[in-house]
């Protein structure tokens, strides 16, 4: 079976996560000009000369292009956005867990007087009915695994179900059941989803848990713990490191990589942040320090550096490198 999704794709921000349209082809596009000006690559690599098709400005090649939520107003000086850098995904953002838990207990409701579980096998009736009525009791987190057990034994056990209303109350259950884990999820941390990414993967697969219902919260989460970096005034690259190394356990399973893609632009936004705030006598090791995290990273790595380029002025940047000469750090180690 495969995994149903019902992902419905809406914008949102927390950060600008801009997607324009290319000023020549007016396709979607990432990226822009120096200028400011939006232009994807393919256009960009056909200008008969390099000036900005809008103002006329000279352009690098379009290696030299800007991540498009990091530019300014058109025609303006680049600059970050002045809501601060987060992590912003197209995904829908799920409901508030107060909202999320009143409406899981209409779901629990609906389920102890409607559902017609004496279609299911009788031991697997019994089971779901048990864990129904103890989530209706049980406020905490630690009915997590027995939730999962729960739906794991639903699909498996059901496989072999040809009745058409029993195979809908089989998704009925389901459902429920995967309500109820996003429940449960959200009161975590994300190092401790991190933890349950392997298992939860392999329930999406098989259909044990819906798609749409576990990756919004997952997005969430990730989110909120960026925030969380961004809002503590000293530097916090050990925490950031340990947020990437998380979410790299996401995108290692496929069927996360809605997730992980969307997080790419959100991960750049965050170190660009972050630089940004080391000042220049931290200017050196922010850069070092960021190319050291991104390395298992190279599409966040390529888009921070494109956006570092433009944020650290030229002479700042000779300014880090005659510094790391001197000792601080290797030159080597720098953006290029």
């Known amino acids: 079976m495969r995994p149903a999704t019902g992902c419905r794709r809406s914008k949102r921000k927390l950060g600008e996560h801009a997607k324009q349209e290319c000023c020549v082809c007016l396709s979607a596009t990432t990226t822009c000009t120096p200028c400011g000006h939006p232009l994807c690559t393919d256009c960009w690599d056909m200008l008969p000369s390099l000036l900005c098709p809008l103002c006329r400005r000279g352009l690098p090649k379009s290696s030299g292009a800007i991540p498009a939520w990091f530019s300014g107003a058109a025609g303006s000086a680049m600059r970050p956005s002045a809501s601060g850098s987060a992590l912003s995904t197209t995904m829908p953002r799920p409901e508030s867990i107060a909202a999320r838990r009143s409406k899981t207990a209409t779901d629990l409701a609906f389920a102890a007087s409607e559902l017609q579980l004496d279609l299911l096998p009788s031991c697997l009736a019994k089971k779901v009915k048990r864990t129904l009525q103890r989530e209706a009791k049980d406020k905490s987190a630690h009915g997590l ?31 429920i059941l995967s309500k109820l884990t996003a429940l449960r999820l959200s009161k975590l941390r994300l190092f401790e989803v991190a933890g349950l990414a392997p298992v939860l993967a392999a329930m999406l697969e098989r259909s044990a848990l819906v798609v749409s219902e576990i990756l919004p919260v997952i997005d969430v989460l990730m989110q909120r713990e960026a925030r969380q970096i961004l809002q503590i005034d000293c530097m916090q690259w050990e925490a950031f490191a340990d947020l990437v190394q998380q979410m790299q356990v996401f995108r290692e399973l496929p069927v996360f990589a809605d997730v992980s893609e969307e997080m790419t632009s959100g991960l750049a936004q965050q170190v660009v942040e972050l630089v940004r705030r080391a000042g220049m006598e931290q200017l050196p090791v922010a850069l070092c320090t960021t190319r050291e995290i991104l390395k298992p990273w190279p599409a966040v790595a390529q888009e921070a550096t494109a956006a570092l380029r433009h944020l650290v002025p030229i002479r700042l940047l000779r300014l880090a490198q005659r510094w790391a000469s001197e000792g601080m750090a290797g030159p080597d180690a720098l953006p290029p």
Request: glycine share 0%; aromatic share 0%; proline share 0%.
């Open 145 to 175: 695994e027995a939730i999962l057990e729960c739906a794991d034994a639903v699909v498996r056990d059901a496989v072999d179900l040809e009745d058409v209303s029993a195979t809908d109350v089989v998704r009925a259950v389901v459902s």
